[in-house]
């Protein structure tokens, strides 16, 4: 899946990709027993609806904070050079999640690049004395190793959501958080992935 979810207003970076992978094999961070029982769903009547709506309330939460809440692989590719910044879509859990920080020739011959990081759930990159080549490359795993309770529980207030006014929704762009599942993401939400 290939995604562009951010505009940056620096217009040294520009002119990106960024491009996701499930790390197989996938497993929702709400299980369908869990999103019934907060529903208050009984019977298994709409188990598949349920569980479709389980992947797309975790989408959504996943877009509205600009991080991965279960285990992806995040390749970025940039014409632009990012000196310092803040990787997109954490969290970034280890250093070892990271597979590849390269720049590319015209020809797509990579050279790797020395870089510093820093971990966590805002991660950031520092590329130690390299020069600018035609594009840039990251290649890393983003995602929670157990998923926070905060976050469970938003995908869960998703899914409810989502199940009482599904038939109001035609357009998925179109669907609007609670507030109680705003204010639940509001301290994992990215705001700015490149330049600071």
Not at 47 to 57: E, F, H, N, Q, R
Not at 76 to 105: C, H, N
Request: glycine share 6%; charged share 20%; proline share 5%.
């Amino acid at each position: 899946m290939s995604d562009l979810l951010y505009s940056p207003n620096n217009s040294s970076f520009t002119g990106y990709s960024i491009q996701f992978a499930d790390v197989s094999p996938v497993t929702e961070p709400v299980t369908l027993a869990e999103a019934k029982e907060y529903a208050r769903i009984d019977g298994a009547s709409e188990d598949t609806l349920i569980t479709s709506l389980i992947k797309v309330a975790r989408l959504h939460c996943e877009s509205y904070m600009g991080k991965a809440i279960i285990r992806k692989t995040v390749t970025i590719e940039s014409f632009g050079f990012p000196y310092q910044w803040q990787i997109p879509y954490g969290p970034l859990i280890v250093a070892g999640d990271v597979t590849k920080v390269v720049t590319l020739d015209q020809n797509n011959a990579e050279t790797a690049l020395n870089y510093q990081l820093n971990v966590g759930l805002f991660p950031k990159i520092n590329i130690i004395g390299a020069a600018q080549s035609y594009k840039f490359k990251m290649v890393y795993i983003a995602g929670f190793t157990t998923v926070p309770e905060d976050i469970k529980l938003a995908v869960k207030m998703m899914v409810n959501t989502l199940y009482e006014r599904r038939e109001d929704f035609s357009d998925l762009q179109a669907i609007e958080s609670p507030l109680g599942v705003k204010a639940m993401l509001m301290p994992y939400k990215t705001y700015n992935w490149f330049g600071a």
